[in-house]
């Protein structure tokens, strides 16, 4: 296992392997494991299950301390595969606040932001995918 990163690892069923694929990981993989599944109102409006969260979506985080919690993503971080949500804050010592990382796969996305171009287009091709099954 010298290598930096091979998709090999991914069909391994060895733990430390399947941790230094996620880790190892290259920025267009990782946005992969980015996703987080939709809100059961926007299921049936454009009819798949999930999608990448993006900064401006807003999102209810589903598990851990902040459950609960809705707001709007403040930032997303590819290299910790973290999202930072608006609301889900914790004090500092010095009393102000930070924003607490958060698994994707803990939140679900409860409102699109479709003021992307490209991304409001991968949403319309996604319906029109799913209609046509």
């Known amino acids: 296992m010298k290598k930096e990163f091979s998709k090999a690892w991914n069909s391994s069923t060895q733990g430390r392997k399947q ?8 920025l267009h993989i990782k946005h992969k494991f980015m996703g987080a599944p939709l809100s059961a ?5 454009h009819g798949f299950r999930s999608l990448p969260v993006r900064s401006g979506d807003t999102v209810k985080v589903t598990t851990g301390q902040f459950k609960g919690v809705e707001g709007k993503v403040s930032k997303v ?9 608006e609301g889900a804050a914790v004090k500092r010592a010095d009393g102000t606040d930070a924003l607490y990382p958060i698994h994707a796969s803990n939140v679900e996305i ?9 991304r409001a287009q991968k949403v319309e091709s996604l319906k029109a995918k799913e209609a046509s099954k």
Request: hydrophobic share 40%; net charge positive; aromatic share 6%.
């Open 19 to 26: 941790r230094k694929y996620v880790a190892k990981a290259p």
């Open 77 to 85: 971080s590819l290299i910790k595969t973290k999202v930072y949500v």
């Open 110 to 118: 409860v409102k699109l932001d479709l003021s992307d171009k490209k």
């Open 41 to 45: 109102a926007l299921k049936k409006e």
